[in-house]
């Protein structure tokens, strides 16, 4: 009786660190489409409110950290259990880094608002309209350890990839056409790279649920088709 305790105080621990992984990506996921409507609508108080809004994500992330350590201390998982608290740390770490990305694209807002409007944003709109269902589906697959839609999250970027190819020499062409576009223009890129980063960190919360549940990282690659790899990636303190 006492050992069946244990095994359901356990998994009530276990279920609470998923919820909490649950809870940030849904604050992660919510960021990124505030961020982008912002940029869209040239809203500079909206985008002041996400910067602030991403220290709630930072705080979210170092109690899954005491949480999943007071785990490893004091149950001492194995096996499977042990990989599912390693993962969970893995996965809070990434979508701490989605709202970072969310964050910079918020930051940008102020200088866009200040400048000619270019017909990509639109184009970028497209793109997050991509990559956002990509988070909630890896971490709808992250909770209920299905590798299967997470190997079809991961085969997504691709399209992602592709946008973001297009984006950028679309960027390009207005950037030739008026010196006055390039500082917007900039931006726009710094925004697009952004959006892909976090596609990116879709695929790899992909591929963490496919260790989780098959305790082996996927054998092929990911899928890459973004010719734009050389522009600088701005990070997330820029």
């Not at 946008?163 to 390039?182: A, G, V």
Request: hydrophobic residues 45%.
């Amino acid at each position: 009786m006492k050992h069946e305790h244990i095994v359901r105080s356990f998994d009530e621990e276990l279920n609470q660190l998923n919820s909490m992984i649950a809870e940030m990506g849904g604050m992660a996921e919510s960021q990124l489409a505030a961020a982008v409507d912002a940029m869209v609508r040239r809203d500079v108080k909206a985008a002041l409110l996400i910067k602030k809004a991403d220290k709630k994500i930072d705080a979210l992330e170092s109690a899954i950290d005491d949480h999943a350590m007071r785990i490893l201390a004091l149950r001492q998982p194995m096996a499977d259990d042990l990989r599912g608290v390693i993962v969970a740390l893995k996965t809070a770490a990434i979508i701490e880094r989605i709202g970072d990305y969310a964050k910079n694209i918020a930051k940008r807002t102020q200088v866009l608002a200040e400048s000619p409007d270019l017909g990509a944003t639109k184009t970028v709109k497209r793109m997050a309209s991509l990559v956002q269902p990509m988070i909630k589906d890896v971490l709808d697959a992250y909770v209920t350890r299905d590798a299967t839609k997470a190997e079809d999250v991961r085969l997504r970027d691709e399209d992602v990839d592709s946008l973001h190819t297009s984006l950028f020499r679309e960027l390009l062409t207005y950037m030739m056409e008026d010196q006055k576009n390039i500082t917007a223009a900039s931006h726009m890129m710094f925004i697009a790279k952004n959006i892909e980063r976090i596609g990116d960190h879709a695929t790899n919360i992909a591929e963490n649920v496919h260790y989780l549940v098959h305790g082996e990282m996927p054998e092929e690659a990911r899928p890459k088709s973004d010719a734009s790899v050389y522009v600088i990636d701005s990070g997330t303190d820029a």
